[in-house]
């Protein structure tokens, strides 16, 4: 089962790359749409703005085939940007919009005594039982960067929560896609466990 992990030109993604096949996923870096539509699970990485990440996406024809990975039931994995991508709208140095996949909007965290951006490690809460939860405790840290965050309109769709001076969605969920806030190639044993839940979930999809 090929993984085609997206390169749109926001971020390195070897080391995304690299976790993959640690755990022993087939994973290739690619920008090209055929290879994308080719490939029996997408993912969609990413770091930075979220305005010029969905641009880059679109402006190569991206996008194109990560909703057809979504209408035609392939597993579809998001992470950090990749995860707010995903969303209807994001409000990072105005208004943009996303992908539609869930339903909800990109929002900064609040002013507060905490800084901002949300830098190193913090735990996360399962919400509900997925496989792509498998074997990850309560509690469990991962490695997180990053000022914005999700606001999902369905609460169906939250699979485990973080605090950071509010309870926000790090993992999200539905049908054949699922999404992380956090840097599972920074995460340690955490990170390697939920790429390795995300390809068996893969594999028995495929």
Same mark, same amino acid.
């Given at each position: 089962m090929k993984l085609a992990i997206i390169d749109y030109g926001v971020g390195n993604f070897r080391n995304v790359q690299k976790a993959f096949q640690a755990v022993g996923a087939d994973a290739d870096i690619t920008e090209s749409v055929q290879a994308v539509r080719d490939a029996g699970a997408v993912v969609l990485p990413g770091v930075g703005a979220f305005g010029d990440a969905i641009d880059n996406l679109r402006q190569r024809g991206l996008d194109r085939p990560v909703l057809d990975a979504l209408r035609a039931g392939k597993p579809l994995f998001g992470i950090c940007v990749g995860l707010q991508l995903m969303f209807d709208e994001s409000e990072e140095m105005g208004q943009h919009t996303g992908l539609g996949i869930f339903p909800g909007k990109i929002v900064r965290f609040p002013t507060t005594e905490l800084p901002v951006p949300h830098m190193g490690w $913090? @735990? /996360? +809460?399962? !919400? @509900?039982?997925h496989p792509l939860l498998n074997h990850i405790d309560n509690g469990d840290? !991962?490695?997180?960067a990053h000022s914005y965050y999700a606001r999902p309109q369905n609460p169906a769709h939250v699979v485990a929560t973080t605090d950071y001076g509010l309870n926000y969605a790090s993992v999200v969920a539905r049908d $054949? %896609?699922? !999404? /992380? @806030?956090? +840097?599972? &190639?920074?995460?340690q044993q955490v990170g390697l @466990? /939920?790429?390795k $839940?995300? %390809? &068996?979930?893969a594999e028995k999809a495929s």
């Amino acid at each position: 089962m090929k993984l085609a992990i997206i390169d749109y030109g926001v971020g390195n993604f070897r080391n995304v790359q690299k976790a993959f096949q640690a755990v022993g996923a087939d994973a290739d870096i690619t920008e090209s749409v055929q290879a994308v539509r080719d490939a029996g699970a997408v993912v969609l990485p990413g770091v930075g703005a979220f305005g010029d990440a969905i641009d880059n996406l679109r402006q190569r024809g991206l996008d194109r085939p990560v909703l057809d990975a979504l209408r035609a039931g392939k597993p579809l994995f998001g992470i950090c940007v990749g995860l707010q991508l995903m969303f209807d709208e994001s409000e990072e140095m105005g208004q943009h919009t996303g992908l539609g996949i869930f339903p909800g909007k990109i929002v900064r965290f609040p002013t507060t005594e905490l800084p901002v951006p949300h830098m190193g490690w $913090n @735990q /996360i +809460h399962p !919400a @509900q039982p997925h496989p792509l939860l498998n074997h990850i405790d309560n509690g469990d840290f !991962a490695y997180f960067a990053h000022s914005y965050y999700a606001r999902p309109q369905n609460p169906a769709h939250v699979v485990a929560t973080t605090d950071y001076g509010l309870n926000y969605a790090s993992v999200v969920a539905r049908d $054949n %896609v699922c !999404a /992380i @806030q956090f +840097h599972p &190639e920074k995460s340690q044993q955490v990170g390697l @466990q /939920i790429l390795k $839940n995300f %390809v &068996e979930l893969a594999e028995k999809a495929s």
